[in-house]
């Protein structure tokens, strides 16, 4: 467990450099089920057993999908998932925003990004 929390803490303090780096503005993505690095969200929480964005139960069962925390797009991110309960856009701005005022300075501008699908 110890090596797993040393990780992460070295993973935050890379996304808060480049953070920093990028003028203090912070990327989440909202991921779905099909969208692109799905899977990848899913699997990497799911594994972890991590507790929901919003409401905190953990682990965050059932995953409606994951929020990825990031600099921009591109940079390393920190993958957290949101459960059915908390999947209204307000509930998912509002742990964006809990997620921010743990981890970043107060300066820091929050952007979300939803993936929407384009119909054939």
Known sequence: MGIELTKWLVGVAQIKAEVAAAGNVVTAIVLRPGDPHWAWGFVTTAWRGAACLYCGTKPCDPIAGV???????????????????????????????????????????????VIVKKEK
């Open 67 to 113: 929020v990825v925390i990031q600099a921009d797009e591109g940079s390393m991110g920190i993958p957290i998932p949101y459960c059915d309960a908390c999947a209204a856009f307000k509930t998912i701005k509002a742990g964006c925003r809990q997620v921010l005022a743990d981890l970043f300075p107060k300066d820091c501008v929050l952007r979300i990004q």
